[in-house]
């Protein structure tokens, strides 16, 4: 574990469940980025990890931001970020958080429909719009597809709109999916990205701008690729797909500048055996689904447990939240071992946890309420 955050824990032994983050993970993590893709400017994607000491930490090191919602926006200009440097990603907004966006300054927005398109034609006159388009998302533990990009053919239509409407065609965005293990989804989404540029160019529309999203994978309990890789696969992409007419570029990671700079600290519910000849022992612990670790759901993303007793000998498990709702079972179907001498009363660590967690904390459900933070 981060000594850090274990020095934390021991010190403090800070009520459960918590998550405790190093803001200078934060930093190692944004730097390594910049210098593995020094031609992009960084968007953090702010739902990752909307707290405060993060998002001022990141404003001191230059990022730019990517806000989901009119309050992540709001938290970016209060943090210190400046109107220009935040993008307004989410490609369905209400009327209200477009105008207070754009009021504030606030000029580079998402859309992925003719009809969104329209509402920021009304309500953010002028502004710089990017058109997402749909891509496959294989390779990704957390999917984002279906939900949100248009095709390449409607993409192409609308961004002329943009300009007859009195906008600026400025560029194009896809997300190749969230927890991304392969580093050929974005080559194949940036050659679209490119052809679809000569085509827009032929018909008089030059845009200028390429967003290739987050989806950069965190260590979990698998072995992924280092971040170099994707950076070589990108740079290499860029070149085939734009020779030396390179546009500015912009990435939006999330998971990979704070998950593993987190870990939740959690307390033992109950072991138990549902019969004394079943191997398999029910682990409960104090955070489940509903308290932060939505992204268990389908066991998409599988956290690394650490126990007071590692080293010793292991049995299967099943490891499930506190609450009273049967969809609140973590892992049951992936194989997780933890040591026999685990008891009730003690305390686990999830390790990489500090993105998409406590923004998926559910208020007060059977009473529990969402788990404490600590930025160290
Ligand atoms: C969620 C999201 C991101 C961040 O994704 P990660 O996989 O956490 O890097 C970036 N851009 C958009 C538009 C998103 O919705």
Redesign the pocket.
């Known amino acids: 574990m981060n000594p850090k955050i274990a020095r934390f824990l021991a010190q403090h032994q800070p009520a459960t469940p918590c998550l405790v983050l190093d803001v200078d993970r934060v930093e190692e993590n944004f730097r390594a980025l910049r210098r593995a893709l020094p031609l992009a400017s960084i ?1 953090y ?1 702010v ?2 990890n909307p707290a405060r000491p993060v998002l001022e930490r990141l404003v001191r090191l230059g990022s730019h931001f ?1 806000a ?1 919602g009119i309050e992540e926006v709001e938290a970016c200009l209060s943090a210190g970020a400046g109107a220009a440097a935040i993008s307004f ?2 490609t369905i907004k209400k009327v209200s958080a477009i105008r207070r966006a754009h009021a504030a300054g606030v000029s580079l927005f ?1 859309f992925d429909s003719a009809e969104e398109l329209a509402k920021l034609a009304e309500h953010a006159p002028g502004a710089r719009v990017y058109c ?1 388009i749909l891509v496959e998302n294989e390779g990704a533990e ?1 999917p ?1 597809s279906r939900k ?1 990009g248009t095709t390449v053919e409607c993409a192409r239509d609308l961004m002329i709109e943009a300009g007859r409407l009195g906008l600026d065609p400025y560029g194009l ?1 896809f ?1 190749v ?4 293990t392969r580093t050929d989804a974005y080559e194949a989404a940036i050659g679209r990205v490119g052809m679809l540029f000569t085509d827009l160019r032929n018909a008089g529309v030059e845009l200028r701008m390429v967003n290739l ?4 994978p965190t260590r979990y309990n698998a072995e992924i690729p280092e971040i170099d890789s994707f950076a070589l696969a990108i740079s290499n992409a860029l070149t085939r797909a734009f020779g030396n007419a390179l546009p500015e570029i912009l990435v ?6 704070v ?1 593993d700079a987190g870990v939740v600290s959690s307390e033992v519910v109950l072991v138990s055996q549902r019969c004394p000849d079943d191997p398999l022992r029910w682990v409960y612990l104090d955070i489940g689904r509903f308290g932060g670790l939505a992204e268990t759901e389908g066991e998409s993303i599988r956290y690394r447990i650490t126990t007071p007793h590692d080293g010793g000998p292991t049995g299967p498990v099943a490891i499930a939240g506190p609450t009273c709702d049967g969809a609140d079972i973590m892992y049951e179907r992936s194989n997780y071992r933890l040591p026999l001498a685990l008891a009730h009363g003690e305390r686990v660590e999830l390790l990489a946890t500090g ?2 967690v406590t923004t998926y904390a559910s208020q007060g459900f059977n009473g529990f309420a969402p788990l404490t933070e600590h930025y160290v």
């Open positions: 968007y994607a739902k990752a990517d989901a990603g989410n998402a997402r957390w984002l949100f965005s997300h999916g969230s927890q991304q999203g987050g989806g950069f939006e990671p999330g998971r990979f500048i998950g993105a998409y």
